[in-house]
């Protein structure tokens, strides 16, 4: 039996990616060559963690296709191709399905069904999704019904103000979770030790966890001193580029275990 080794699997930023998807971001200019720069320290880092980093092509067709970790949710079991909220978003998963083939057997939401891997916050067995704009109720009965057969709880967490879910929380640990709560209501976390990020850094609460580590935008150091205090250790990334596509530090990788 092989030993089992932490995949990480991204996409190069899109030529087209000024023409991404906002909706709670003003547009702004975006230096194409600096996000290239970023995403290739970001890779860096997960590399850096001990992942396995799996660098999928740029489409110049779905400027938003870097944010990779919304076209698929990934548990130990099984994998489940979403259909993304945004349509100009529906195709970018297309290409990501054969190389998740490799580890886990595919399954899919169907129309009318929404869902973005954004909006999706797994912490153990259980899996919270962000009532969004993005992910409509069919979208989390489907994951609903497709987890449970593997032990999973799928329930509905109610945001405001931001995109997803993992804008407003996300997990420091198995028992921890960084908190945004103008976003979301602290109560859905109830039982959990809550950070709440720094007032002055209001995108802060997206973080990557690999192992005991949290990736996290470089931009937010007072969110990282609280982190620290908690615990948990801190990779900053410089991703201002991708900050003004609407994108964060989960979007940009889907992280699983090749054999759990
Ligand atoms: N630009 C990221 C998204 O809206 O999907």
Redo the contacts with the bound molecule.
């Keep these: 039996m092989h030993p089992s080794s932490l995949i990480a699997i991204t996409r190069d930023v899109s030529p087209s990616l000024a023409a991404?998807?906002?909706?709670f971001v003003e547009r702004a200019p975006i230096d194409l060559d600096r996000a290239v720069e970023q995403h290739r320290a970001y890779r860096s880092a997960l590399a850096a963690l001990g992942c396995e980093v799996h660098d999928l092509p740029a489409q110049a067709e779905f400027p938003?296709a870097v944010?990779v970790e919304?076209v698929a949710i990934v548990v130990d079991e099984i994998a489940v191709m979403t259909r993304p909220g945004?349509p100009s978003?529906r195709g970018e998963g297309a290409t990501v399905a054969p190389l998740l083939a490799r580890w886990r057997s595919l399954r899919a939401i169907e129309a009318p069904g929404t869902l973005d891997g954004g909006d999706v916050l797994r912490i153990g067995r259980r899996v919270c999704v962000g009532e969004s704009a993005r992910s409509n109720a069919a979208g989390i009965a489907q994951l609903r019904a497709l987890l449970a057969p593997h032990g999973y709880t799928v329930q509905g967490v109610p945001i405001h103000g931001c995109?997803h879910l993992k804008s407003a929380v996300t997990a420091l640990a198995d028992d921890t979770v960084l908190v945004q709560p103008a976003w979301v209501d602290r109560a859905a976390f109830a039982g959990y030790r809550i950070v709440e990020v720094d007032t002055a850094e209001e995108h802060a609460a997206n973080v990557l966890r690999i192992g005991d580590r949290v990736i996290s935008p470089a931009c937010f150091p007072r969110t990282h001193a609280r982190i620290r205090v908690a615990g948990v250790e801190v990779v900053a990334v410089d991703v201002s580029e991708l900050q003004k596509?609407?994108?964060a530090v989960t979007c940009c990788s889907l992280v699983f275990t090749s054999a759990p």
């Design positions: 991404c998807e906002l909706s938003d944010f919304d945004a978003r995109l596509a609407e994108g």
